[in-house]
């Protein structure tokens, strides 16, 4: 932390005020009140900032005696409930922070990164760097034969070429996607078969252009359809791979209204703004990387068993990710490739995937098949739920993308079947990709819903509304909140849904046919155990460790408003370091269980230092107070209560009946989403969701070549990501909701709800404009005309 301003007494980092401005620990912009707040314009708490029923929300406290608001933090005169958790979550609520969270705080990292300073895995100035380039696999299926790479090291500045036949061998590991250069089958296209290693990244790249791989092919089955004879129901995951209650199938042939409908969605493919890089130095039985991952504890431990290492022999450096959407969330072969190079040569390597090798390497949404059965009776109350959905996964490693599972949490319905079929195939390995399993399965329930709402002529809102469930439909468990109805009902209220004419082509604008849709949205709360480190130096300020993983979500931000918050001191003291396997080690960024993890972890240090510095006579040691704290055997405690953020998404979309483009107007989300710990931060992950929710519902889907065996779109010329063209003014909020079973902060997950829905609120406004039900995504023009022209 060498630069950062705060040990200099310059600016608050990613702002230009000093840190007497009555501005600073609000991180608001003075010409911008209303910035990151999420509040409505005609909101009259909007220009504050604030939570409407909290006056102390996002205040900043002034800079005098931090010694003693520490202590009238720990003794709770500044805020009810700051003292830590004392138990596990089933033993009643969570202690709750006080009130200084909320505000919307600028980004600390966000001057580094705009000005160039912040380093990313690939760009390291490692003394003595040479770079290495893969060779993909040229087949779908079989095994390499042999290794020709005399042309490659005669070219100039080439120093090895890795091969199965020579390469460091690695030790087990549960993850065969990391299994690198390890044996000569070929398992699919893409697959690495040699690694080049040279001088300059376009030596390297030009050698592995010039190896030569002898191949023995063998057939390959890439074709994903639900009758596949090798399909089967997975065990084990994080859910059952089928939940049944009652009689799913007599409750539906006995229904008064019945839909039975099938909806697709394509592969997908996590395209963060910074590919997989990694870069890997040894000194002696010591090996350091600099790599880009959601989480250099879990990294640090595949690397260790992979090398035959200790674990603290291992460093593993991500102080800056340019994002990851799930693909990073466990290594992936770039810094094993970058580690076992290094290794071989003596020299630092650098591996960085090119943008082309992504979709076969780094994993993708699996494609999914939906089978949605809904009965109900004739007033619109269901009584069946049947959602069936069939995946694929590879012959390396098994991923199920569970995408009938928001079916057990979302309507109520005495008689329910979620079930999973998954097919091998010589596939590149499926893995996380944002709010995994719901995002596709959400995709497919919502336009079912909304088939239903046309065939009962309920209003969909309604519809969901008279669904709400009294407990969790799947588990039986009751909600620790469920403010779904009330964020359906603000958002129509605040989106006009109720002017609507709910019959499709009532609305035109010369060529251009316009419609409106809704989707409910859901994503669990998730947390898992975490530690970190609180240290009162005897300057004033307050230094926080906890090996977090800050992928452009701001946790460096709200993890120092959630310590500032627990201490009683301004923002502006506090500093944290995340992002080193040397910190307290602490769980991946993921599942947006990252600042519910973390957060929990900085708030029991911090308010155990507060009561420290409280009992603490006179000055302090040269070295501060140091506070660690694990939270183990409380955070990932079982729960007695179902636990999820909800949300609605409210869409407004044309369609061109001349060119067949959909393009989106207007687009609102309001989500529950426990305590909002920064309006700033919380405010674009919400949109952030929204807009990869936009891609998945109009212009991203990756196909499958069937005779090549490999994607077709690789690059983001053919798989379209949606520029700024592409997004319409996008506004999201939220309702405020109190949930005392989650963490101290009272927080929920953020960084997937955004799209979970999205994608059925578009596809279902789509409906409303041109009466045609399109069940396969992308709803690109090509589907939209040839469906305009079907039905002349």
Request: charged share 20%; net charge negative; glycine share 10%.
């Amino acid at each position: 932390m060498a630069n950062d301003p705060l040990e200099h007494g310059g600016p608050l980092p990613g702002t230009d005020l000093p840190h007497d401005d009555p501005m600073a620990a609000t991180g608001l912009p003075r010409d911008d009140p209303l910035a990151g707040t999420g509040l409505p314009h005609d909101d009259p708490m909007a220009a504050t900032g604030l939570h409407r029923d909290d006056p102390l929300a996002g205040a900043a406290l002034p800079h005098d005696d931090l010694v003693t608001r520490a202590a009238s933090a720990a003794s709770g005169e500044s805020g009810e409930g700051r003292q830590p958790p004392t138990g596990a979550l089933e033993q009643g609520p969570t202690p709750r922070t006080g009130t200084a969270l909320g505000a919307p705080a600028g980004r600390r990292e966000g001057r580094e990164k705009v000005t160039g300073n912040a380093r990313y895995a690939a760009e390291y100035p490692v003394p003595g760097r040479v770079h290495a380039w893969p060779v993909p696999a040229a087949v779908a299926r079989g095994r390499v034969t042999g290794v020709d790479t005399s042309a490659a090291l005669a070219l100039p500045g080439v120093l090895a070429v890795l091969t199965p036949g020579d390469a460091p061998r690695l030790g087990e590991t549960d993850d065969a996607t990391l299994a690198v250069l390890q044996n000569r089958h070929v398992p699919h296209r893409g697959w690495c078969v040699a690694l080049a290693v040279a001088e300059t990244l376009e030596a390297a790249r030009a050698a592995a252009r010039a190896v030569r791989v002898c191949y023995a092919t063998e057939h390959h089955d890439v074709v994903l359809r639900p009758d596949h004879p090798d399909a089967y129901e997975p065990e084990g995951g994080a859910q059952p791979g089928r939940l049944e209650h009652g009689d799913p199938y007599g409750a539906f042939a006995a229904a008064d209204v019945r839909l039975d409908t099938e909806y697709r969605v394509p592969p997908l493919h996590n395209h963060p703004m910074e590919p997989h890089a990694s870069t890997a130095h040894w000194d002696g039985d010591r090996l350091t990387v600099y790599t880009s991952s959601q989480g250099s504890t879990t990294a640090q431990s595949v690397l260790a068993g992979l090398f035959d290492l200790p674990g603290e022999h291992v460093t593993v450096v991500a102080e800056h990710v340019g994002g990851g959407f799930g693909s990073k969330g466990t290594p992936r072969p770039d810094v094993v490739l970058a580690a076992m190079a290094a290794r071989h040569t003596g020299r630092p390597v650098t591996v960085a995937y090119p943008r082309r090798y992504m979709p076969t390497v780094v994993g993708h949404r699996a494609p999914t098949l939906h089978r949605l059965r809904l009965g109900a009776t004739a007033d619109g109350r269901l009584t069946a739920v049947l959602h069936e959905v069939t995946t694929h996964t590879s012959h390396v490693r098994e991923y199920v993308e569970q995408a009938a599972v928001p079916s057990r949490v979302m309507y109520t319905a005495q008689h329910l079947l979620s079930s999973h079929l998954v097919v091998p195939l010589d596939v590149p390995s499926p893995s996380w990709m944002r709010a995994p399993g719901r995002a596709p399965g959400m995709y497919a329930l919502e336009s079912a819903v909304d088939e239903l709402a046309g065939a009962l002529g309920v209003d969909p809102v309604e519809l969901r509304i008279r669904n709400e469930p009294e407990r969790e439909p799947g588990s039986g468990k009751p909600f620790s909140s469920r403010h779904l109805a009330e964020c359906l009902r603000e958002g129509a209220r605040r989106f006009g849904w109720y002017r609507r004419d709910p019959r499709p082509r009532s609305r035109t604008e010369g060529p251009l046919l316009i419609g409106t849709g809704v989707a409910a949205a859901t994503y669990p709360v998730l947390i898992r155990p975490s530690t970190a480190t609180a240290q009162a130096l005897p300057d004033s300020t307050f230094l926080i460790r906890v090996n977090a993983a800050d992928i452009g979500t701001g946790a460096r931000t709200v993890l120092a408003q959630v310590a500032a918050d627990a201490l009683g001191a301004p923002l502006d003291r506090v500093r944290t370091e995340v992002g080193r396997s040397d910190l307290p080690p602490a769980s991946l960024a993921g599942d947006s269980s990252g600042t519910a993890s973390w957060g929990w972890a900085v708030h029991e240090a911090c308010a155990a230092l507060a009561a420290r510095l409280a009992e603490h006579p006179g000055p302090l040691p040269a070295e501060g107070l140091l506070v660690r704290s694990d939270t183990a055997g409380r955070a990932d405690a079982d729960s007695p209560y179902a636990r999820h953020a909800f949300g609605a998404h409210f869409a407004e979309v044309t369609v061109d009946t001349v060119t067949g483009e959909v393009r989106a107007r207007r687009m609102l989300g309001v989500f529950a989403a426990g305590r909002i710990l920064n309006a700033r931060t919380a405010r674009s992950q919400f949109v952030g969701g929204m807009i990869m929710g936009l891609g998945m519902a109009l212009t991203e889907g990756s196909t499958m070549d069937a005779p090549f065996g490999d994607f077709t779109e690789a690059d983001l010329a053919s798989y379209h990501v949606p520029a700024h063209a592409d997004v319409p003014g996008i506004e999201a909020d939220w309702i405020e909701e109190d949930d005392p079973y989650l963490n101290p902060m009272g927080s929920k997950g953020i960084g997937e709800i955004g799209i979970v829905g999205t994608a059925a609120a578009l596809g279902n406004a789509v409906h409303h404009a041109t009466g045609i039900r399109f069940r396969e995504l992308p709803l690109t023009p090509d589907r939209i005309l040839t469906g305009l022209l079907a039905e002349r």
